[in-house]
């Protein structure tokens, strides 16, 4: 952000958060040839990323419209400020084709790469998106660090997608697929909600034959006692990290997801959660043995 230069004042006029935010007003601005446009919340001037590529060059800086991904700005940064697509593990993604696996931190996302690997087909790379300013994934209500240390843990590449409101969601996925030259597959850990999966299908179809790349969905219809079977045999604590009033009373924030968790569930709850009732973290650290 910068005050000391002069732009056209893109901004009068509009509301935070409505159809003018400032991602219209950027834009506008970018339309129009401008290197700055006026935050509409803050006041403040901003380099649009028309102004951005003058430089030549990232700054480090952690620029809201960065073109370069925040290429020069620490990983510890990145993960704690970053406001654009890019890798939260490593510096650059494989250059090898590979399944992206979008990545919860929960268990669903984490048993979908365990089908992965007894593929073995080709290498995973992990996508998580999460809020912008809260540094939270959306749901499972865990922080974006959390995900990252779960990357790490697994020795996966992890590439981080913040998102904005009024910024659409296939869009800011695109961006960030643009960090990741041969994608095979889009991989998820959906089960057995029809509504999601076409959301999703439908969503993302038009990147989908742009990139040439196929849905996937390895455990769809797999029933529960088989996943919680997985899930034991990979010996990785699996803990409650959000939960709806359907549930209160049987289970708690902090409560490990196993059989008898899901015995004492009343008639109604999905043994996964899958209708939203509640949602959980991997602790890859804990892993037994």
Known sequence: MSSDSVSPDL???????????????????????????NDPQ??????????LRRRGRCCGSGCRHCPWQHREMPLS??????????WLTVNTGPSLPVDLLFWSGGKDSFLALRSLEREA???????????????????????????????????IPLLGIP????QSYPDRIREGCTLIPHIERFVFGDLHLEHIREWRQTALQALARERKVE?????????????????????????????TEAVTGVMRVGDRF????????PDGIDPFGEHGEFHTHVRLWEKNG
């Open 121 to 155: 087909a080709r290498p995973v790379v992990l996508l998580t998106t999460f809020d912008t300013e809260t540094r939270i994934i959306a749901h499972q209500e865990i922080l974006i660090d959390d995900a990252v240390r779960q990357a790490r843990q697994l020795q």
């Open 11 to 37: 901004s009068e006029g509009c509301t935070a958060g409505g159809p003018d935010d400032w991602n219209t007003i950027h834009r506008r601005a970018s339309e129009s040839g401008a290197l700055f446009y």
């Open 258 to 265: 196993d059989r008898e968790l899901i015995g004492r569930l």
């Open 42 to 51: 803050t006041g403040y001037r901003v380099f649009t990323e028309t102004g």
């Open 77 to 86: 940064r990145r993960i704690a400020h970053g406001r654009q697509p890019s």
């Open 163 to 166: 998102l904005y409101s009024g």
């Open 215 to 243: 849905l996937y969905f390895p455990l769809w219809g797999a029933p529960w006692h088989a996943l919680i079977s997985d899930l034991e045999e990979s010996g990785v604590p699996c803990i409650i990290s959000a939960v």
